[in-house]
């Protein structure tokens, strides 16, 4: 299952952030016009662990997180909840977070890059 996929079934599975953005959760986009608030994921830097025998199916990327909302405390919340759901992940590992705020086209954002340590299978 890919890095992606186990974000996704994560977050999916998270009664915190469900409670907020229900099952509002997108690879990259969201589509025109979807409901707030929402969550969106993607890969910005890849990174595969590599021994001396070659590669070790660890794999190191830096994964964004992006929570959405019309209004500032709800954004707040939903990114506080994806940060404890990935801090809580028995799946993968993450060695940090760095989340950042900012406001564009009428909607709060709240962006977070997390390291992931993940087993690819």
């Given at each position: 299952m890919s890095l992606e996929s186990k974000l996704y079934t994560l977050l999916s599975g998270d009664a915190a952030v469900i409670g907020i953005a229900s099952t509002r959760i997108y690879p990259m986009i969201a589509p025109q016009k979807a409901d707030k608030?929402?969550?969106?994921?993607?890969?910005?830097?890849?990174?595969r662990v590599y021994s001396m025998s070659g590669y070790s199916n660890l794999e190191n990327p830096i994964m964004?997180?992006?929570?959405?909302?019309?209004?500032?405390?709800?954004?707040?919340?939903?990114s506080e909840a994806v940060i404890d759901a990935?801090?809580?992940?028995?799946?993968?590992?993450?060695?940090?977070?760095?989340?950042?705020?900012?406001?564009e086209d009428d909607m709060f954002r709240f962006s977070i890059d997390f390291s992931v340590w993940n087993q690819e299978t």
């Open positions: 608030p929402y969550v969106t994921y993607q890969r910005i830097a890849s990174g964004q997180v992006d929570c959405w909302s019309s209004d500032y405390d709800t954004g707040k919340e939903l990935m801090r809580g992940s028995g799946t993968f590992g993450i060695g940090d977070d760095n989340p950042r705020e900012s406001h």
